[in-house]
């Protein structure tokens, strides 16, 4: 029986053993900044090899719609696009088709851009993405036609520092800088008023908006909305309980271990602190707010109950008082619309013009995203 026992030991134990061993080591190199960044932002992970981001075509957009381009942010040169609103498009279609095609040294002399500075009503959405790819990569591109195909929203989105064409490395002060830096392009060089804006983000998006959304209300600058997708409220907390591509834990094995719990979220360099970030951002609001969060029941990677921690801290701070979880709830259900699957909508009032929404969907996706549209003139 010792032969047999053994036959079925050397398979077992390597079955258990290989991933045990891959994430201790995971674990480890995620204890020095450099390996810790790559694996939080996975900048390098994109399909570059295989697309072209100048051939925005390739996406279904039809001939200069989309307008690829570089903007400066702290030294660093940032990949972007300029995504025009097809009703913009086919207004303009003839002027469009005459021109060249492609990236633009000059951004300024494009048609694409006259069209947007020209127009004294246009509307634009700041859309910053999650982690991982470039600007087209996953469901960037079904996010850009939702918008832009049934609306009159234009789309500036950017690559941050290390994605895509970008050149530099990313970290929290550094990626808050490039977002800081794609409003001032919109609102200096294109011309377009923050009351015509609206900042979007999704998942890593959305700190990226928290971060930049306060660097402005810090300076009494408000925009026509701020929609968060998929958010959460700190990576720490996320960690606790995220699961990489919906089934590979993190530190959610050691969430029995208090202790060793809090010793690994303590190394963690890049902490995106966003619920205190949204709250600053409602108590600084001096004249109107439009905060839009949406999350997915059935998001694997990002729990929905992200975006409760979330809308909890922005809520929380338009009374002004810390309420514990069961007094909150019973606050927070006053104030909602709760349906048979289990989703909801909540919305909360507040002086001064403050509008705070949240949205619990059933299922992810950009055609269930697409309710996520934003009203810049709610």
Known sequence: MAPRASQWAIPLGASFGIPLGLYITFLFLGGFPFFQRHFLYAHRLNTLFWHDLDKPEYWGFARN????????????SLYAWHVLPLRSFLKNEDR????????????????????????PGAQLVISFHGNAGHIAQGLRTEHFHTLTDTSSFHILSIDYRGYGKSTGSPTESGLIQDG?????????VAGVSPSRIVVMGQSLGTAVTTGVVEHFAIKGTEFAGVVLIAGFSNVPSLLSSYRGAGF??????????PPLLRLFQGL?????ESASRLAEIVRLTRTRLRLTLIHAKNDLEIPCHQSDALFKSAASATI?????????????????????????????TAEPD????????????????HNA????SA
């Open 65 to 76: 719609q989309v307008t690829p381009f570089t903007l400066a942010s702290g030294g660093e």
């Open 96 to 119: 469009l088709q005459n021109t060249p095609v492609g990236y633009s040294e000059n951004i300024t002399a494009t048609e694409s851009f006259k069209i947007l500075k020209d127009d």
């Open 180 to 188: 800081i830096a794609a409003v001032d392009w919109a609102i200096n």
């Open 248 to 257: 590979i834990p993190v530190l959610s094995p050691f969430r029995s271990i």
């Open 268 to 272: 963690i360099v890049d902490r995106w």
């Open 320 to 348: 002004d008082q810390a309420l514990d979880d069961e007094t909150f709830m019973s606050w927070k259900n006053q104030r909602s619309t709760r349906f048979d699957d289990g989703t909801f909508i909540t919305t909360v």
């Open 354 to 369: 403050t509008i705070i929404r949240q949205e619990l969907i059933p299922y992810g996706g950009m055609s269930n995203y």
């Open 373 to 376: 549209r934003p009203r810049a």
